[in-house]
């Protein structure tokens, strides 16, 4: 009777131990933005089951110019390192990583370069811009600044160009809005007859009547599904 009682307790131990495996979750917020602004997904993944230490989130970029940050070079490092620990201490071998804005292609460049793809499980992008802002012009027209740059999110810009044939997961799934005032800046949202917070290759969409930031603080539930 002991034994079985012990071997009883120690399959239940195995299983909560399996049931608390997850993959860690990288949430990479936009440009000049900060890691708090994902404050209310990463309580929504606390109160889901995620440790603290599942969770990371980078602080990268200028905080003061928006125009100065691209996808090219110390912008990336803050980004690059978060991932590679979540790897290094994820239980599944794997991550999921959530971004807003222009978080999402940094990320997605920083997977491209470092050919994580196939360790990333899901990645959520919201409110990106993975077919560039009319903002920004069109690339080699574009306006004079490092995010509307080559390594920016002018239209067809060489880092856009090469991201739009990249898979970065094994399923993405984007949230986006027609009301989205930095995407749809010029009162467009869509290049090509596509919407340019589409995530090239993407298994599906949410659609939210939500503004930019809107889209990030309002969908932590939708966004902690999609990694589900």
Known sequence: MRRILVAALLCGWAGLA???CRDNVVLVHGNTGSPTDFDNTYNELRAR???ANQIFRPNWGSKTCAACNDHNGS???PVETAISQ????SCTGKVDIIGHSM???LAARVITRRSWSGRVESFVSIAGAFRGLWTCGTYPFNVISSTCGPWGLSINSPLLVDLSSRRFGTRAWSIKSWSD???CGTGICTVGGIHSSTVPGEAGSSTYVLGHFGL???TAAEQVNRIQ
């Open 103 to 105: 978080g999402n292609t």
């Open 49 to 51: 089951g995620w440790a």
């Open 18 to 20: 399996a049931a608390q």
């Open 86 to 89: 979540a790897l290094a201490s």
């Open 216 to 218: 990030l603080t309002l």
């Open 75 to 77: 912008e990336e490092t």
């Open 181 to 183: 005032q930095i995407v």
